[in-house]
């Protein structure tokens, strides 16, 4: 009898991920079961997850009532929160955490997986609500009486089709357009950066194939650390539209968002600059997760040829 493994999130980029990773591998299909959890089942992508298979139950980490049927039977847990970035992203994504970690343990379940960060105050002293509110959450979880394993992704790559895409720069009649990826940090900051369509049930999937090796473990997700003049260079060189890194003041940095927005992405800016996305170890927390992946994981470089005409559809 297969594993039941109940996904969070399966609608979004980490879930649907290692959705289509279980799916896929001839091994991990046949030892686990998958039970697709979404706020709105009636959704056209939580349809095609039923159409392939997954089972699909709507429930809210928000809505305590819903989860007891969404962890019935549970024998592992895949859980990412919601971000929100307002005043309430910390309160709300510890609430939500713990509320699922807590049914999961009444419902029996053996393990549980989460989407977790760097604990950025308590082990740097940099308080970054955006990642301190999931690494609250995984203190909270090591305390249970339940297996636990975190996933903690990089910088997305698909941040390139949105908030972070190249722009294109005001020009002269005629002069030869130029895009720009706009930020405060320094040109030589090192992100990394994770495919998290591509690349999460990579990871996940090693620690769904051996949950006892990992146990306790925390997977610093990201194919590489890229500094923002490199990346620049590598839109530039494998797409042809000269991309330049913008490097402006902070204040005028700020001023495009809005300020709930700004409260929670300044500090994780400033913390990625300084002492770096994962802390002052990145590069070997980056290195020591990528060996762990079960299958090669995508490059920055591999992730810009395959959607090279989309980053500049901005």
């Not at 039941?4 to 289509?20: C, E, N, P």
């Not at 910088?155 to 895009?179: I, K, V």
């Not at 994780?268 to 020591?288: A, D, L, T």
């Not at 762990?292 to 994981?297: D, I, S, W």
């Amino acid at each position: 009898m297969s594993k039941l493994l109940v996904v969070f999130g399966a609608t979004g980029q980490q879930g649907g991920s290692v959705i289509d990773y279980v799916l896929n591998d001839p091994v991990l299909s046949k030892e686990y079961s998958l039970r697709a959890i979404t706020r709105n089942a009636s959704r056209p992508d939580a349809q095609e997850l039923q159409s392939r298979g997954v089972e699909v139950v709507a429930a809210d980490a928000d809505s305590p009532e819903t989860l007891p049927a969404a962890l019935a039977n549970a024998h592992t847990v895949f859980l990412v929160t919601v971000s929100i970035y307002d005043d309430q992203l910390k309160p709300r994504e510890y609430r939500q955490a713990k509320a699922v970690a807590d049914e999961a343990v009444a419902a029996g379940a053996k393990s549980i997986i989460f989407s977790s960060c760097v604990a950025a105050e308590r082990l740097h002293g940099r308080p970054v609500p955006a990642f301190d509110s999931k690494a609250d959450a995984e203190v909270y979880i090591r305390t249970l009486p339940i297996h636990s394993a975190f996933f903690a992704p990089g910088n997305f790559m698909q941040n390139f089709f949105g908030n972070q895409a190249p722009r294109l720069l005001p020009g002269e009649e005629g002069s030869e357009p130029t895009y720009a990826i706009t930020n405060f940090l320094e040109p030589d900051t090192a992100v990394p950066l994770v495919n998290t369509v591509g690349d999460t049930g990579k990871y996940v999937g090693a620690i769904l194939a051996n949950p006892e090796q990992y146990n306790g473990k925390i997977f610093y997700a990201a194919s590489g650390l890229y500094k923002y003049s490199q990346i620049a260079e590598i839109l530039t060189r494998i797409t042809g539209n000269k991309t330049i890194y913008n490097q402006i003041s902070q204040e005028q940095w700020t001023s495009f968002m809005p300020e709930g927005y700004r409260e929670s992405i300044v500090p994780m800016m400033q913390f990625i600059q300084n002492p770096g996305y994962f802390g002052p170890n990145s590069k070997e927390s980056v290195e020591w997760t990528v060996q762990q992946a079960r299958g090669k994981v995508t490059s920055f470089e591999e992730f810009v040829e395959k959607n090279a005409e989309a980053l500049y559809k901005q």
